[in-house]
């Protein structure tokens, strides 16, 4: 089957979160399985641009309302991703440093999203599926569907997975000249709540719509920003399939980013070799564990609770453990933790700011990993760090909940907890302290957890099987009764 991927994000090219991993690692293992897997997203001024050779596949010109454009489509020369990668570079919009951040964010994707499928209208062959990812892409599904200009485009079946529903995109009916001339009865498609709704109109109008964990599409007909009776109606067409992670990038014993590797035989030495050197790096003290958080310093990762968390731990368990922050993100969330390292004692250190060279050290070398969502559609961090030997320290929601066993459970190996609160996470740091005093318990708990199996192998088998059905399932074409 030939799978066309639509993404803001594939990692290497350009990354801000999982998606990027996500979008990076999908088509690769779609390819082995002996599929055509290909990655369309839009051309940012980046490293993996500049380094990279680009032959030009494609030069067209369209618009959004009164604004015409050129676009020009350009496709990476030796496919060494492991799946043929397009960028959509479109002058003045798309080639900015910066993923998402800036004032025109709108414009930006509805001209990307145009292009793509201005772009794919003149193909001489259609895809068998058009797999969108998120809000940026959601209008495409609509676009296909409703758009006179593109209605030869029609039948080709669209899936949207949703990473995160908190993001849905929402823009002003007086936004709605950015979309192709369209069918106006169909303006229910667009709509969610009075505003046009890419995430909404991408449910609505795509084929089959994924999350990305079970419990996660579960959690969202109970809450998900607005579009919990969405979810509630559409749910016939809705399945949840749990991310994997990219065995070939995360594993400690091949990491391009480590010096130390390790397998689960030399787990022990190789992981005090990176705690050393962050402990060396950050001022840490390698006696003690070593309790680390990566990711996005906002609400939905319960980044701002950490400050207090961290303090009220120092306070009520005693300075036993080290804590090592990774992030960016809010800026009162990165002051209030950057604030906390004068009160430091050689235990605490922050780094602010993205850098996947040390995220990669800190999975290596950290005992504990915390993850306090307040929501998390699946959540790779847990995943890295258990195959990195570091114990997943999770509030259970979405993914987390399914990929993460209590180690007080049979064969369990994280540590667990109901709510992104204060006080359960300080109980679950306390627990975590108490298990690190346990060298043997926590030796086991490491060789369990690192050979367990997050590997795309069956994630990517249940995409293919829900293309297929959208194939068998293609609706009837009226046909004129026999004479
Ligand atoms: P989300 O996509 O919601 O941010 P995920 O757990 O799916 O959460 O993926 C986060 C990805 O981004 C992981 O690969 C993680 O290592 C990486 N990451 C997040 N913040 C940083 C950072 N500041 N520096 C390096 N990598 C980061
Ligand atoms: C989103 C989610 C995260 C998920 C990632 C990849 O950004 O917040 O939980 O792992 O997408 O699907």
Redesign the pocket.
């Known amino acids: 089957m030939e799978i066309i991927h639509v993404s803001a994000e594939c990692y290497p090219v350009a990354?801000a979160?999982?998606?990027g991993?996500v979008v990076g690692a999908l088509p690769k293992y779609q390819n082995e399985l002996g599929h055509i897997a290909k990655v369309v997203m839009p051309m940012y001024k980046t490293k993996f641009l500049m380094n990279n050779a680009w032959d030009v596949v494609h030069k067209g010109r369209t618009n959004i309302g009164d604004y015409w454009f050129d676009y020009t489509i350009i496709k990476e020369q030796t496919n060494k991703l492991g799946f043929d990668l397009y960028l959509v570079d479109i002058n003045g919009l798309l080639d900015r440093e910066k993923v998402y951040g800036y004032d025109d964010d709108t414009e930006r994707f509805a001209a990307f999203q145009v292009s793509v499928v201005d772009w794919i209208s003149v193909w001489a062959h259609k895809p068998d599926v058009i797999h969108v990812h998120d809000h940026h892409t959601g209008l495409i599904p609509f676009i296909i569907k409703h758009c006179y200009k593109y209605q030869h485009l029609h039948d080709i079946p669209t899936v949207l997975t949703i990473?995160?529903a908190q993001y849905q995109g929402a823009m002003g009916w007086d936004k709605s000249y950015l979309l192709p001339p369209w069918d106006s009865w169909k303006w229910g498609m667009l709509d969610w709540k009075g505003a046009i709704n890419p995430l909404a109109s991408g449910i609505k109008c795509a084929w089959k719509v994924t999350t990305v964990s079970k419990s996660y599409l579960e959690e969202m007909r109970q809450s998900s920003n607005g579009l919990e009776d969405l979810f509630e109606y559409e749910r016939g067409k809705c399945s949840g399939i749990l991310n994997g992670i990219d065995v070939d990038v995360w594993d400690p014993a091949t990491d391009s980013y480590l010096e130390d590797h390790f397998s689960v035989e030399t787990v022990a030495e190789g992981k005090s070799r990176s705690k050393k050197k962050l402990c060396d790096t950050f001022s840490l003290d390698i006696h003690k564990p070593l309790i680390v958080f990566?990711?996005?310093l906002v609400g939905e990762k319960g980044a701002d609770i950490l400050p207090a968390a961290i303090s009220d731990s120092f306070y009520y368990i005693g300075r036993k453990m080290n804590f090592l922050i990774?992030?960016?993100g809010f800026p009162e969330v990165e002051a209030q933790l950057s604030a906390l390292q004068r009160l430091a004692q050689n235990d605490y250190n922050v780094y602010v700011?993205?850098?996947?060279a040390?995220?990669h050290l800190m999975y290596a070398g950290a005992d504990f990993l915390l993850m306090p969502s307040r929501v998390e559609p699946?959540?790779?961090?847990q995943m890295?760090s258990m195959r990195y030997g570091t114990v997943p320290m999770v509030r259970r929601t979405g993914g987390l909940r399914d990929t993460v066993v209590d180690y007080g459970e049979e064969n369990g190996y994280g540590i667990v907890y109901n709510w992104a609160a204060i006080g359960d996470i300080t109980q679950g740091i306390w627990r975590a302290v108490d298990l690190y005093s346990d060298e043997e318990k926590m030796a086991e708990i490491r060789g369990r957890m690192m050979q367990l199996d997050f590997s795309w192998q069956s994630s990517v088998q249940q995409y293919i099987s829900l293309y297929q059905d959208l194939q068998y399932k293609e609706e009837p074409v009226a046909k004129s009764l026999p004479e």
């Not at 700011?353 to 996947?356: M, Q, S």
């Not at 699946?378 to 961090?381: D, K, Q």
């Open positions: 990354k979160g999982g998606l991993d990473h995160n990566i990711g996005r990774l992030g960016s700011g993205y850098n996947e040390l995220s699946c959540g790779l961090n890295y």
